[in-house]
């Protein structure tokens, strides 16, 4: 096991004639909780959609576990541990909190799982999913079906989906966008939880510095397509180059020393 995870070298892309990320390299240390954060336009989408396979770069190459997977499509990143991204959608309305996330489980599951009896099988399953709700805090709700969930629980619940197929690595594009803000703080603190845990990475594209000052190990800021800064969250929030650039217009940085 090699201590970086997900690398992004020299990562390029250009729509047309606009360049949205114009030469990013970032590394991701197993275990941590990386943010990358930056105003709206910053290229933080794109640099996330070239991370998990959606957008092809123009140049550069995506390493995960040592091995370039520049060219591995989306669903075969899946089973090299790779988390799907944050998608609500994906979430059967009808079907009990558990239900959901028992499918995630079995459609995702490890293939070491073929050799056992189908009743054993199911059973395997259902105990992932169980434990996924339990780091969600979901739990209390597991026979409640998903539609009765507010938004703040469907966002738990869509963490538990991507637990359940059991990824080395998660993404999480914008995890808080579209919650009321009393909200956030749950929804933050799930995911605290499962970095507490201590299994996973986590990569987290925000725009919110509020959200990833107190969650993050290492915070990466873009700006116009490149990376700006990239430091603990202490750092950052008293970075000048940050604060100068365009931060301390657009965020109340929570820590910052005036
Ligand atoms: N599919 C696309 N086609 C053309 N331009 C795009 C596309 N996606 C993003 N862009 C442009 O690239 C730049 C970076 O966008 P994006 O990665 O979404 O930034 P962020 O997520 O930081 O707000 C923006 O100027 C945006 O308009
Ligand atoms: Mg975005």
């Known amino acids: 096991m090699t201590e970086v995870i997900l690398e992004a070298r020299h990562l390029r892309k250009e729509f047309g004639g606009l360049v949205a990320v114009a030469d990013v390299s970032i590394t991701i240390t197993r275990g941590t909780t990386h943010s990358i954060i930056g105003p709206n336009g910053a290229g933080k989408t ?32 899946v089973h090299k541990g790779m988390g799907r991204s944050f998608q609500i959608t994906n979430i059967f309305p009808n ?21 056992l009896r189908r009743a054993d099988f199911f059973k395997t399953y259902v105990q992932r999913a169980e434990e996924a709700l339990e780091v969600v805090g979901l739990t209390p709700m597991a026979y409640s079906p998903a539609n009765v969930l507010p938004h703040g629980g469907k ?30 703080p749950e929804l933050i603190e799930t995911i605290g ?22 969650i993050s190990d ?11 800064s990239e430091g603990r969250p ?25």
């Open 95 to 115: 079907l009990t909190v558990l239900e959901n996330v028992r499918l995630a489980a079995q459609a995702l599951g490890n293939s070491n799982y073929r050799f």
């Open 218 to 228: 290492r915070i990466t800021v873009m700006h116009q397509g490149e990376v700006l």
């Open 46 to 77: 794109t640099l996330f959609n070239l991370l998990n396979g959606k957008y092809h770069p123009t140049r550069g190459q995506v390493i995960l576990n040592g091995e370039d997977i520049t060219d591995t499509p989306v669903y075969r990143r």
């Open 155 to 184: 966002r738990k619940l869509e963490l538990a989906i991507i637990l359940a197929g059991d990824p080395e690595i998660l993404l999480l594009d914008e995890p808080t966008a579209g919650m009321a803000s009393e909200q956030v």
């Open 193 to 214: 939880a499962i970095r507490r845990k201590g299994d996973k990475t986590i990569v987290m594209v925000e725009h919110n510095m509020n959200v990833v000052m107190n």
């Open 234 to 258: 202490d750092q950052i929030a008293n970075d000048k180059t940050v604060q100068s650039v365009y931060l301390g217009e657009l965020y109340d940085l929570p820590g910052r020393q005036q």
